[in-house]
């Protein structure tokens, strides 16, 4: 079946600093691609998508861009910020189908 | 108000109780989803209804009861729980199935 495996956390990095958060994912056919984010004490909420093979999904300083060749959906931000410490979880949808998580990465940043 | 709203945030029940989570969305959406999120474990899918339809569920124990009165509630009824049932219990919408999420903030169960 579908799955999405992402990389374990918890990540640390400090402030500025480059991140790169890996996810890859198995599925039948040609899903959609997310990225969410869980602030503290919140519930998930959408960054990014992308709905097709070589579209890059971005917002807040967020790239992530689907690659079909090595079913990947990789997260990136050049410049992260304190503001950024949360967990973020990638996902795919195929179809009108539920959509299905990884396991989520903790991601710390220090001041 | 907007968005997806859920009650109560916080919840703490012996194992013989009966209780209810409830969520609320105002956002115009067909599908909603309950969702269980524990430590170190993926995002567990429960349940999903499409047009107050079930058409989902995930192998759930039937102490968790969940209810679809119409498209813009859903309920969690929980009853005879397990110490291991306390998660941080999550209601999410969409326009469609598999269209983007929109998230409660959660209801925090501890089971005793």
């Known amino acids: 079946g579908d799955s999405v495996t992402q990389m374990e956390g918890p990540v640390t990095l400090s402030e500025e600093a480059f991140l790169t958060i890996n996810c890859t994912y198995t599925a039948t056919g040609y899903p959609s691609l997310f990225w969410y984010v869980q602030y503290p004490g919140e519930g998930l909420q959408l960054l990014l998508k992308?709905?097709?093979?070589?579209d890059k999904g971005s917002n807040k300083g967020f790239e992530a861009t689907y690659r079909k060749e090595t079913t990947s959906f990789h997260l990136e931000k050049g410049s992260v910020q304190v503001s950024d410490s949360a967990v973020y979880f990638c996902?795919?949808?195929?179809?009108?189908?539920?959509?299905?998580f990884g396991k989520g990465t903790r991601l710390h940043i220090l001041p | 108000e907007t968005g997806v709203t859920q009650t109560p945030r916080h919840l703490v029940m012996g194992m013989t109780n009966k209780k209810s989570l409830k969520c609320e969305q105002h956002l115009g959406h067909n599908a909603m989803y309950w969702y269980k999120q524990s430590a170190k474990k993926p995002l567990e899918l429960m349940f999903v209804y499409n047009f107050k339809e079930q058409t989902e569920n995930n192998s759930v124990p039937s102490r968790f009861s969940p209810e679809c009165p119409n498209s813009s509630h859903l309920f969690l009824h929980l009853h005879t729980l397990q110490p291991e049932d306390s998660a941080l219990y999550l209601c999410?919408?969409?326009?469609?199935?598999?269209?983007?999420?929109?998230f409660g903030e959660g209801s925090r169960l501890t089971v005793l």
């Open positions: 999410a919408s969409s326009r469609n199935p598999g269209g983007e999420l929109f």
């Open positions: 996902a795919l949808s195929e179809r009108d189908d539920k959509i299905i």
């Open positions: 992308a709905t097709k093979a070589d």
